[in-house]
C-alpha cells in the first residue's frame, strides 16, 4: 500500500523557516517525480515545487522560488520542502505527491498518489 506521511508543519512567524518532510512508502521512491502542492480552504491546490526523480531537475512557482526548496533523499525515501522567509500568504495545508518520473507534472490531476496534507500557518 501505497503512503505518502507529511510533518513538520506549524505556526511560524514571517520571515521565519520550515523544513517539511513527505515520507513515502510501498513504492519505489525512486522512480517517481515529487512535488509539494499548497491549498487554502475553499481555493484550488496549487503546485509549490517539483523535483525529478534523480533529483537533477527542479522547479518552483514564482512566488516561492527564492525562498523554498525541494530537495529529496532517495535513501530515505523522503523529499523535503525548505521554507524559508516565510509571508502570510504562504498560510496553507501543504500536500506532498507521487507520479511516475515519465511526466512533466504541475498540475495536481497529474499525480498518483497523495498524502494528507500537513498545516503550515504563518503569522504576521
Known amino acids: 500500500q501505497v503512503r505518502l506521511v507529511e510533518s513538520g508543519g506549524g505556526l511560524v512567524q514571517a520571515g521565519g523557516s520550515l523544513r517539511l518532510s513527505c515520507a513515502a512508502s510501498g513504492l519505489t521512491f525512486s522512480d517517481y517525480r515529487m512535488a509539494w502542492f499548497r491549498q487554502d480552504p475553499g481555493k484550488e491546490r496549487e503546485i509549490v515545487a517539483a523535483?525529478?526523480?534523480?533529483?537533477?531537475?527542479?522547479y518552483s512557482t514564482d512566488s516561492v522560488k527564492d525562498r523554498f526548496t525541494i530537495p529529496r533523499d532517495n535513501a530515505k525515501n523522503t523529499v523535503y520542502l525548505q521554507m524559508n522567509r516565510l509571508k502570510p500568504e504562504d498560510t496553507a495545508i501543504y500536500y506532498c505527491?507521487?507520479?511516475?518520473?515519465?511526466?512533466?507534472?504541475?498540475?495536481?490531476?497529474?499525480?498518483?498518489?497523495w498524502g494528507q496534507g500537513t498545516p503550515v500557518t504563518v503569522s504576521s
Open positions: 523535483i525529478s526523480a534523480s533529483g537533477s531537475t527542479t
Open positions: 505527491a507521487a507520479v511516475p518520473d515519465a511526466y512533466l507534472a504541475y498540475v495536481p490531476s497529474a499525480y498518483t498518489y
